[in-house]
């Protein structure tokens, strides 16, 4: 499973309802690869506040544990 967030320094963006907070990864905003222009939206209007801001695929696989 692939999904895009968007980082910043090495604080994630969690949207929140009155505009987002810096997070670690587990409470990060995610969003599948099909709302790509979304997220680079988002990032576009954030950029000029959060120096540094990225999008970043995450690559999610699933093994066995033992």
Request: proline share 2%.
């Amino acid at each position: 499973m692939e999904l895009l967030v968007l980082k910043s320094g090495d604080s994630y963006l969690r949207i929140i309802a009155d505009g987002y907070e810096l997070v670690n990864m587990s409470k990060a905003s995610v969003y599948p690869l099909m709302q790509e222009e979304k997220v680079k939206s988002l990032c576009q209007s954030l950029k000029d506040e959060l120096e540094g801001l990225v999008i970043r695929k995450l690559i999610i696989t699933e093994t066995d544990h033992v």
